[in-house]
């Protein structure tokens, strides 16, 4: 069987970061960035366990990426995220020159296209990829959430 490595796949490798993140109680987003097809950081968000609200899954990946690659520019790599950035991972984004994002789910109140967020003029930004599997856990998450309260 070959092995067919396309956004699908790495999108599968966040939503397993994302899974993670459930389990710990934190908003499922899962993240990963590659580079040249080979996945060299993989982060949840960990704003909860932290008590940071920085420590968005994006924000760890970036520097998880940049900590591998030894540099703060990611021009060669693709970030997978299970949901739309924010606008602050967008400006982080910005300024860490990723080639490439493709997220999952929209996320139309608080992403970055519907907060006026810019990601670098030349990274390519591919929506919906899995987007239902990726709003299912986000749903999931916030059903129980509210059943425990």
């Not at 968005?56 to 970030?79: P, R, S, V, W």
């Not at 967008?90 to 994002?101: E, I, N």
């Amino acid at each position: 069987m070959e092995l067919i490595l396309d956004d699908a796949f790495f999108m599968r490798k966040a939503l397993q970061e994302a899974e993670a993140a459930f389990d710990l109680g934190e908003v499922p987003v899962g993240a990963v960035i590659t580079v040249r097809d080979r996945v060299i950081a993989r982060a949840h968000n960990l704003t909860e366990k932290l008590n940071d609200v920085t420590a968005h899954a994006e924000m760890q990946a970036i520097t998880a990426a940049a900590n591998f690659l030894g540099g703060k520019y990611l021009t060669d790599c693709t970030l997978y995220v299970t949901l739309e950035p924010c606008q602050m991972c967008a400006g982080a984004l910005y300024w860490s020159q990723v080639s490439r994002v493709v997220y999952g789910a929209p996320d139309p109140q608080r992403g970055f296209t519907a907060m006026g967020g810019k990601l670098h003029p030349r990274t390519l930004v591919t929506p919906g990829i899995l987007e239902a599997e990726a709003a299912a856990l986000l749903k999931r998450f916030f059903i129980e959430r509210r059943n425990l309260n």
